[in-house]
């Protein structure tokens, strides 16, 4: 049994069963062990797939990059091209947000995230905008989508809208008046996303 586990291990197996633990356990429950011993090997045999717990997370990035659909950068509509590439940006990080946690302040190296970079600015390039200010919507849209899952809006108010009223007045009367606050991390991402693209090129 264990002969055939080491058998069918693979760098993307490894990965897979990373952010598994990930979604499930959170990034406490990542260690080398851990992922060893979820696959029913011991831990040396995971280093004849990956040299370390930092290569397991670059697979593990480029396993949720491989999640993020680019195929709207394509869009003559540049504005309709990165909404939509917002969107599933944020959504393929926001069925991971435990891996987003470990990965959000490491540098970008891994391919699918090159690539994904490199083609939402082509398509800023292609549609007029300077190279300069190119880098600073996409930089702009990466603290949006990136932020909004990391740190939900509506997360930080745990209290029922009314605990707030004797000295927050104005928050406990937004929040009981919000006509769906499941959905305002949604609404306020999209508010946000069409400001920033309200925008067109210098010139």
């Known amino acids: 049994m264990g002969r055939r586990s080491e058998l069918a291990l693979s760098r993307e ?11 499930e356990e959170g990034v406490r429950g990542l260690t080398v062990r851990g992922i060893a011993g979820r ?5 040396p045999s995971l280093y004849n797939h990956v040299a370390s717990k930092d290569e ?6 480029e396993l949720i990059g491989r999640e993020i659909d680019v195929s709207g950068l394509d869009d003559p509509d540049w504005r309709r091209g990165m909404s939509a590439f917002a969107r599933s940006y944020r959504q393929a990080f ?15 190296e891994t391919q699918p995230a090159l690539a994904t970079y490199d083609a939402a600015l082509r398509a800023l390039l292609r549609a007029g905008w300077p190279s300069a200010e190119a880098l600073q919507l996409l930089a702009a849209i990466d603290y949006l989508v990136l932020g909004s899952v990391l740190v939900p809006f509506t997360g930080g108010f ?11 007045p104005s928050l406990a009367a937004a929040l009981a008046g919000a006509p769906d606050l499941a959905e305002l991390d949604d609404s306020g991402f999209e508010r946000g996303l069409a400001a920033l693209l309200r925008a067109g090129p210098a010139g």
């Open 13 to 23: 197996v490894i990965a897979r069963t990373a952010l598994a633990i990930l979604d």
């Open 39 to 43: 696959l029913g090997v011991q831990s």
């Open 56 to 61: 397991i997370l670059d697979a593990v990035t």
């Open 94 to 108: 926001r069925a991971h947000p435990d891996a987003l946690a470990l990965i959000a302040r490491r540098a970008v």
């Open 158 to 168: 745990v209290r029922r809208p009314a605990e707030y009223a004797d000295g927050y």
